[in-house]
């Protein structure tokens, strides 16, 4: 299975922290949150990672190079300026990732959630949404969950954790332009085509300073150690 970690966005939250470093090198632990994904992702048994550019994307591909450091073929997608968003950087991504099904990992987030799953994931809907446990700055959530499928309409809605599995044939249809996920996910969602999964481990959106602040004080060797901390 491929994965691919979406680090195209602007960061305009975290400014100025990012109007000269992209989002993605941000360090958590005393290393970029980038790297955490990639030596997580080595680990679960992945070995092909397709990572979008967009804003100072340059200086992505330049720290992370091929990939062989860490056991892993990085693939670029690179994207036009401003971007195309989640599902239009998917879009223009499928060549790299092939008729699989492939994994997406927000390069913003940071968390517990074992890896390896998504490769145990037999998908038998169009996608699959790890969710987590509501955020104070998201307390209403996305979706629920109604007999292992996603759901709008369930009472108790959790957040998208920005970690899924999907199949190349949600996006096929759709032309790469700038296009967001939730509306793609939506549609889907209501012809029950998507499953779901709830998580309960640590997660964090490192979206804002704030946020990112408060990462930096977590311990544990899935985060990072005592020493690097």
Known sequence: MRVMILAAGRGERLRPLTDRKPKPLIE???????????????IAGFTDVVINLGWLGEQISAALGDGER??????YSPEPPGALETAGGIVNALPLLG??????????????????RLTATRLETLG????????????KG??????????????????????AVFSP???????????????????AIDKQQISAEHFRGRWSDVGTPERLRSV?????????????G
């Not at 044939?169 to 549609?187: A, G, I, K, M, N």
Request: net charge neutral.
């Open 70 to 75: 860490f056991g892993l073929r990085l693939h």
């Open 142 to 163: 996305d979706f629920g969950i109604d007999k292992g499928l996603a759901s709008r309409t369930t009472p108790n809605k959790l957040t998208f954790s920005g970690i």
């Open 169 to 187: 044939e949600l996006f096929r249809s759709l032309t790469p332009r700038v296009r967001p996920l939730r509306p793609v996910l939506e549609e």
């Open 28 to 42: 958590v632990g005393g290393k970029p949150l980038i790297v955490h994904h990639l030596e997580k992702l080595a």
């Open 216 to 228: 930096n004080h977590w311990r544990g060797r899935v985060f990072f150690s005592e020493k690097e």
């Open 128 to 139: 699959h949404l790890v969710l987590v446990d509501n955020p104070a700055h998201h307390p």
């Open 99 to 116: 008729d699989a099904p492939f994994a997406v990992i927000s390069g913003d987030i940071l968390c517990d959630y074992p890896f390896d």
